[in-house]
């Protein structure tokens, strides 16, 4: 299985700037003075050396992340708005004539969310099928609604594809695409969901928009017990520990430090630092993946947890 | 995880501040031990009383759970009009305290003496 992670912002989806740009080049060229470089690979290599926050981007695309399971019907999690390039990707790679489906399992029904669904180009060619798998009640009159006059110039009626939705009660087992999916109820202003995957021997969490209570012993209990032994977790780290249980609890997101142990506990294998704060910026962004590997080092009691953090374009092999 | 009570300490200026010294570590299995034995030192830390200063040189580790009880102590002194702080962390927990930005957060001085002088004016 493999994971591809389009969209890994929290809220909003946020774009790079020409500053931001300008300082990375600054920062590339510092680093490349007294080096020749004489043919292409000499440079392929000094970029390779340079840190990822100065050679690349975490991207700014809002929550959207695919399974890659090679089963013939794809999984998405969440349409945020990485699911435009998504669908442009699956519309180059398999051509219009070639009807696909897509499940798509919702978090949650934030706009950030959802917005990159009117963007999906699959939704716009006959014979695709889009089944979007939730938990709320009110998944369709979402996504119906954000297409209603006067926020889109496309209606949902107008659409080609098939869009379906089925609604999921928590806590049960529902057989997709040759997985298996189970959701979880989660802290999170309207409700949000955790959703586990397993397939071919192997468990993926995503557990995004859900703030964990630091005393709450039993909340902390039942997370413990849908992340055990996952391989990886995908985790909503948007901000501090400091933030997360002063000046915004109750915002409904958490911080790398629980993720951290809360994926001890659990004894999970990856964690995945996701849904990222758009007023980070990327050098911000990889200090806090290098903080969180050292936290991991401090609070180790057991066997190691790998920490990663998600970026637009990246494709996590497990 | 045990709380120990020092002798007060005096500031430059005459004033006392009242030190604990605790150590130990303080995670999901010992903070609620650390919140109870915290917990009459907070209730005397009221305007007009010594500042109180928690003298961490001893703590080892400290995991969000406990960092959540010193994020109550806070709040409770705040809403009495008492002075606490948090003295001589160790160069892991300091780093914990970096990570989760509680050093934001609290007051953290060097030494409980740094601390007593800063409380006491």
Redesign the interface.
């Known amino acids: 299985m493999k994971v591809r992670f389009w969209g890994t912002r929290g809220s909003i989806p946020v774009s790079i700037t020409a500053t931001d740009i300008r300082a990375k080049l600054i920062a590339a060229l510092i680093a490349s003075r007294d080096r020749a470089f004489h043919h292409r690979d000499d440079i392929e290599a000094f970029i390779d050396g340079l840190g990822f926050d100065v050679a690349g981007s975490f991207g700014g695309h809002s929550s959207c992340v695919q399974l890659i399971t090679g089963h013939p019907e794809h999984v998405i999690l969440d349409l945020g708005s990485g699911a435009r390039p998504l669908g442009q990707a699956m519309l180059d790679h398999f051509g219009p004539g070639v009807p696909q489906t897509y499940h798509v399992f919702m978090s949650h029904l934030h706009w950030d969310h959802i917005m990159g669904f009117p963007f999906f180009a699959p939704v716009y060619i006959p014979g695709n099928r889009v089944v979007i798998h939730s938990c709320h009640r009110d998944v369709e009159r979402a996504f119906r609604r954000q297409q209603a006059e006067p926020s889109f110039p496309v209606r949902f009626d107008q659409l080609a594809a098939e869009v379906r939705f089925e609604v999921h009660a928590p806590d049960t087992d529902i057989n997709v695409a040759g997985m298996t999916a189970r959701a979880r109820l989660q802290q999170h202003s309207g409700d949000s969901y955790g959703w586990a995957f397993t397939a071919h021997g192997k468990r993926v969490v995503y557990a995004t928009d859900s703030e964990h209570d630091?005393?709450n012993v039993q909340q902390r209990a039942e997370v413990i017990e849908f992340f055990r032994d996952a391989d990886l977790v995908i985790f909503d780290a948007m901000y501090?520990?400091?933030?997360s249980?002063?000046v915004k609890a109750d915002w409904g997101h958490s911080?790398?430090?629980?993720g951290v142990?809360l994926c001890q506990a659990a004894k999970v294998r990856q964690l995945m630092l996701f849904h990222h704060e758009p007023a980070h910026d990327d050098t911000r962004i990889a200090g806090i993946l290098a903080?969180?590997r050292?936290?991991e080092e401090?609070?180790r009691e057991d066997q190691p947890l790998e920490v990663f953090a998600a970026y637009d374009g990246l494709v996590h092999p497990l | 995880m045990q709380i120990i009570e020092s002798p007060a300490l005096s500031a430059p200026n005459g004033k006392s501040a009242r030190v604990i010294v605790v150590s130990g570590r303080i995670d999901q299995s010992t903070a609620d031990l650390f919140d109870k034995a915290l917990k009459p030192f907070l209730d005397t830390c009221r305007n007009g009383e010594a500042p109180l200063i928690i003298d961490f040189s001893g703590v080892d580790y400290i995991s969000s759970v406990g960092l959540r009880v010193l994020m109550l102590a806070s709040r409770q002194v705040k809403s009495q009009s008492g002075r606490i702080a948090i003295a001589a962390l160790t160069p892991v927990v300091a780093e914990v305290f970096q990570i989760s930005r509680f050093n934001l957060v609290f007051q953290v001085f060097a030494t409980p003496d740094a601390a007593a002088a800063a409380l006491s004016v």
């Open positions: 630091v005393g501090s520990l400091a933030e249980v002063s911080s790398n430090v629980i142990e903080e969180t050292r936290y401090i609070s």
